[in-house]
């Protein structure tokens, strides 16, 4: 059949599916192209394409990136990366109205993904909302988020870990009045770290699956074919078993890259800095922590600032997690060498045995970014403001279901993941899964289910579409107690969140607020090899 008709005949049945549901109609166009250009304060293109960059010495390296084109706005709206595959920072205001025009010029098709932020579905990203090579998708909203670190990256579904390993992702930085009243680090002060992890073959190429950044399967490992991955090299000479089981997995990676960039090493100055940290990883997690034990000053999570800040000796990072840092760089000498660092912990993504001697296994150690202190030597340290924002305390008993959770079992069967035993369907939401608009709900993701491969139980980390949430509770079983107790200290639950990390053996209790939009909302793991093959699920919001 030819493929534009095929397009168009999906479509027309998503849209009577859809319809049914009582959902917003499927569009490639938001309905915001005769909209005036003064009704916006910021207007972007962003053209996902196809392109090469230098990342290490010798060939370039083919990667899908997005290139972005300010057309309305402040200059500060769009700021690109140099010589970079990671997409443009945008920077916008809590209450601006924005409108972001997706052109797809990728071989696939492709939709994106607004990390974190409170939208309407059809301005999420849900997979349905896909668009094929050569079309354009309008976003068109009111920024209602906080100030915070949040980013985006495609959605589309079975084919997200692909798009997102071969470089498409960008930031999405919030500012509000509550945040500029404090007089945080700005400017060069301020530094989002992108941390990732990828594979290169001996010609410079992205090593994922068996696919290359230009769409089409490899013939052999120098060409990029899964013999990496999650299995590593004990993988190699299995095939399509190797293969099968890193899509299962999740793919590692045995290179460490910041902003782009293996062995990222920056200059700061003997002064306060905000370092934004994301982990734009598709499958491992960071234990992070200085080199020296200093401890870590926390002053933000995934849905912006914290109450007051906080101390951690480390922080677990899960993948699309973020953590906001206050660090003087004054506590240190001038001349100071630092290294951030990933400290070694147990219960991450691997099997014991079944690894490859020339991956990095999730849960080893290493150095993720080298500091060079340098600067004024007779500098005293900052401390932070000890108030950072107005964030009440959770109220659980607000949830109509206070004393019955919903409960989301993480599960696999027959080598396939599930929620509750069920993937994922496209434009289903069982009666679980469906909530009253205006109303809270509690729920619990168990990571204890009696499935998944050989008895094993992976960490998760779960990803709520369309709002932010708080956690209200955890706990493991016994059996589990002597891994969890290598992270549990670098949890930081106190703020708002859109993302979870979900041990082996464990059960994480939510709080969650069903606000302004109906729609149906994905929900997933966002170790993203587990999303496509089918660990995420919707969630239906009737009005």
């Known amino acids: 059949m030819n493929q534009q008709r095929r397009h168009v005949l999906i479509r027309s049945a998503a849209t009577a599916t859809v319809a049914a549901l009582g959902l917003p109609a499927l569009s490639t166009r938001a309905g ?23 990342i ?24 690109a990366w140099a010589g970079n595959y990671l997409g443009p920072i945008i920077r916008v205001r809590r209450g601006q109205r924005v409108r972001i025009d997706l052109i797809n010029e990728l071989p696939e098709s492709t939709i994106i993904h607004w990390h974190g932020q409170h939208l309407p579905d059809d301005m999420d990203g849900h997979p349905r909302h896909a668009i094929a090579p050569g079309e354009r998708y309008v976003y068109d909203f009111t920024v209602v ?32 009045d509550e945040e500029a009243a404090l007089d945080l680090p700005t400017g060069p002060h301020d530094l ?19 696919e290359r950044a230009a769409g089409a399967a490899s013939q052999g490992p120098e060409h990029g074919m899964m013999d990496h991955g999650m299995m590593g090299g004990a993988m190699g000479g299995m095939g399509g078993m190797g293969q099968m089981m890193a899509r299962m997995m999740g793919v590692l990676g045995d290179q460490i890259l910041v902003n782009g960039r293996p062995g990222a090493s920056l200059k700061v100055e003997r002064r306060p800095h905000r370092l934004r940290l994301f982990n734009a990883s598709n499958t491992r997690m960071y234990k992070l922590a200085w080199h020296d034990r200093s401890p870590l000053t926390v002053i933000g999570t995934d849905g912006g600032l914290l109450a007051v800040p906080l101390q951690r000796d480390y922080v677990m990072l899960s993948p699309a997690e973020r953590i906001d840092l206050w660090v003087d760089f004054g506590r240190w000498p001038a001349g100071t060498d630092l290294t951030l660092q990933s400290l070694a912990f147990e219960g991450g993504t691997e099997m014991s045995g079944m690894r490859g001697a020339d991956l990095l296994p999730d849960g080893s150690p290493f150095t993720v970014l080298e500091l060079h202190v340098r600067g004024d030597a007779k500098r005293s340290a900052t401390p932070p403001p000890h108030r950072l924002s107005r964030l009440q305390r959770p109220q659980p008993r607000a949830a109509v279901n206070f004393n019955r959770p919903k409960v989301f079992n993480l599960t696999m069967g027959m080598m396939v993941w599930g929620i509750n035993g069920v993937g994922f369907d496209m434009l289903g939401a069982s009666p679980l899964e469906t909530v009253q608009l205006g109303t809270h709900e509690v729920w619990e993701f168990r990571n204890d289910a009696a499935s998944g491969m050989m008895g094993m139980t992976m960490p998760h980390s779960m990803h709520v579409h369309g709002l932010q949430f708080r956690v209200i509770g955890r706990s493991v079983a016994g059996e589990f107690l002597r891994h969890y107790g290598t992270v549990k200290a670098g949890f930081v639950d106190e703020g708002w969140k859109d993302t979870v990390l979900v041990m082996p053996g464990e059960r994480v209790r939510l709080l969650l607020g069903f606000a302004d939009y109906p729609g149906l909302f994905p929900y997933h793991c966002h170790m993203l090899e587990h999303e496509d093959s089918g660990l995420m699920r919707n969630y239906l919001v009737k009005a």
Not at 33 to 54: C, P
Not at 59 to 70: D, I, P, S
């Open 145 to 176: 988020n906080r100030a915070g670190s949040y980013w985006f990256h495609p959605h589309p579904h079975g084919r997200t870990g692909k798009q997102v390993y071969f470089g498409l992702a960008g930031l999405f930085l919030v500012s509000d």
């Open 56 to 79: 290490r010495p010798g060939a370039q390296t083919r990667v899908w990136r997005y290139q972005g084109k300010l057309l309305r706005g402040d200059a500060s709206a769009l700021d």
């Open 32 to 54: 915001s192209e005769e909209r005036a250009a003064a009704d916006f304060d910021v207007h972007i293109e962003l053209h996902a394409v196809q392109d090469s960059v230098a």
């Open 192 to 210: 989002p770290l992108v941390i990732q992890d990828r594979t290169f073959d001996n010609n410079n190429q992205f090593v994922y699956l068996s």
